[in-house]
Nanobody
Framework: VQLQASGGGPVQAGGYLRLSCAAS????????MGWFRQAPGKEREFVAA????????YIADSVRGRFTISRDNAKSTVYLLMHSLKPEDTAVYYC???????????????????WGKGTQVTVSS
C-alpha cells in the first residue's frame, strides 16, 4: 500500500486545515487508517485513527474536540480536519495504515505497517 499525504502548509493560530491521504496498491477498505505527527525534537505521536468502515474513530486527547478523522472508501482517501489550530500543533503529519487496531497504533507507532511521506503543518501565533 502506498500512501500520499497532502494539504499541509502554513496557517495562523485559530485557523483550520484539512489533510488528505490517498492510498493505492491495496484494498483500502480493509485497512485501519490514521495519522501521526512529529514535531522537531519530539517523538512521533498518535493523532487519530479510523476503522475500516469509518464507524469507529480514535482521537488523541491532545486534539480531541478540534480534529476530526474521516474516510471515503470509494476514493481510497482518509482525511484529517483540523480546527482551532495551535502553535503546538506544528509538526510533520504522517498518514498510516494497518490491517488491525491495537497497540500498534500507540505512540510512536512502531507496529504500523504502512507509512506515507509526511506533510508539514506550521501554525503561527
Amino acid at each position: 500500500v502506498q500512501l500520499q499525504a497532502s494539504g499541509g502548509g502554513p496557517v495562523q493560530a485559530g485557523g483550520y486545515l484539512r489533510l488528505s491521504c490517498a492510498a493505492s496498491g491495496g484494498s483500502f477498505s480493509r485497512y485501519y487508517m490514521g495519522w501521526f505527527r512529529q514535531a522537531p525534537g519530539k517523538e512521533r505521536e498518535f493523532v487519530a485513527a479510523i476503522s475500516w468502515s469509518g464507524s469507529g474513530t480514535y482521537i488523541a486527547d491532545s486534539v480531541r474536540g478540534r480534529f476530526t478523522i474521516s474516510r471515503d472508501n470509494a476514493k481510497s482517501t482518509v482525511y484529517l480536519l483540523m480546527h482551532s489550530l495551535k502553535p503546538e500543533d506544528t509538526a510533520v503529519y504522517y498518514c498510516a495504515a494497518d490491517l488491525g487496531y491495537g497497540s500498534n497504533w500507540n505512540t510512536p507507532g512502531e507496529g504500523i505497517t504502512y507509512w506515507g511521506k509526511g506533510t508539514q503543518v506550521t501554525v503561527s501565533s
